[in-house]
């Protein structure tokens, strides 16, 4: 069962990853987003996947489907920031002339590597920033990306390298806009996030840095259901509290989405109106507008990229199983 297969979506070559539990379907030649996530135990998909007629919309918003990366994550205001003495404009593309979601959108990734095992399977690949031209444009950092994707029988790591291949310092956030089903059937599950604080946004959803209270979002730390739910919400991850979402059924079925606690700092919680089909659950490296912001590393998050220096972080997704609690 742990093997890679190859399928199409739309004509553009994709990877499966098929465990006894799962099969993860990566599109490396748009985005190398993470489209499909199929319960082979539950029969039911994990995640909000394209369908084959959502082409168009999928090109222009491929961060509303899947595990897509943002690079950086979030709003910048007027899409502006300067950096050690450098000034960097990105592309305008919100209602209130800022910048959301960064660069990474549509780009082809290169398959370097497939493994198969008796523990599992997996599929690196990777980008060069500087192969995009709009990219360098607007942040001229030539950034290695290198990704790989191992399914473990109902667990899903996404292990990322970053390594800055440029000869100047540069800021760098990312984040995963991740859309996990609900079924229609908001009332049915729960989720559990431990935070301590929601940041202040201002009138054009942009963080000031301020935080505030949880208010009744305290209820997330002990489990909140999510009927009658409604988030585009920045919540802080407390210190020692660890960086992890547990998103459950009322049957017992469900699953913990964890990121790498050296570098993930908040999530945000986003529905897109009321709580029904889906829930996007985002870890999160920076606060949005983070450059911008009059604080220090330690509250936004920013990472400094030195010339040569290479990071490593994870995500992982685990199914849960009604059996196993």
Not at 18 to 23: D, G, K, N
Not at 139 to 145: W, Y
Not at 232 to 251: F, H, M, N, S, Y
Not at 287 to 310: D, F, H, M, W
């Amino acid at each position: 069962m742990n093997q890679v297969t190859k399928g199409q979506w739309n004509g553009y070559d994709t990877y499966i990853l098929h465990s006894r539990e799962l099969e993860v379907t990566l599109l490396p030649w748009l985005g190398n987003n993470v489209i499909s996530i199929w319960d082979n135990i539950q029969n039911r998909q994990v995640v909000r996947r394209p369908d084959e007629n959502e082409l168009a919309f999928y090109m222009q918003k491929p961060y509303h489907f899947g595990m897509p990366m943002l690079i950086p994550p979030g709003r910048i205001r007027g899409g502006h920031f300067e950096y050690e003495g450098r000034e960097y404009q990105f592309d305008r593309n919100t209602a209130g002339d800022n910048h959301i979601h960064g660069l990474h959108r549509t780009q082809p990734w290169r398959v370097s590597d497939i493994e198969e095992d008796e523990d599992g399977c997996a599929v690196t690949t990777e980008f060069l920033t500087a192969d995009d031209p709009r990219w360098m444009e607007q942040f001229p950092a030539p950034l290695k990306l290198e990704m790989t994707l191992r399914l473990q029988g109902s667990r899903l790591t996404q292990h990322l390298k970053v390594t800055h291949l440029g000869n100047l310092p540069v800021p760098f956030g990312i984040g995963f806009h991740t859309w996990f089903l609900l079924d229609g059937q908001p009332g049915d599950w729960t989720l559990q996030l431990p935070v301590d604080a929601v940041y202040a946004l201002d009138q054009d959803l942009i963080t000031t840095g301020e935080v505030l209270p949880l208010g009744p979002l305290e209820q997330l730390n002990q489990g909140l259901n999510l009927q009658g739910t409604n988030f585009d919400t920045l919540l802080r991850i407390g210190k020692d509290q660890p960086v992890e979402a547990l998103l459950l059924r009322k049957d017992g079925y469900g699953l913990k989405y964890s990121a790498d606690p050296e570098f993930y700092k908040l999530w945000v919680l986003y529905t897109k109106g009321e709580a029904n089909e889906f829930l996007c659950i985002e870890p999160y490296t920076w606060l949005p507008n983070a450059p911008n912001l009059q604080a220090g590393p330690e509250v936004t998050g920013l990472i400094r990229l030195e010339p040569g220096q290479y990071i490593d972080m994870d995500l992982h997704v685990d199914m849960i199983y009604p059996d196993e609690s």
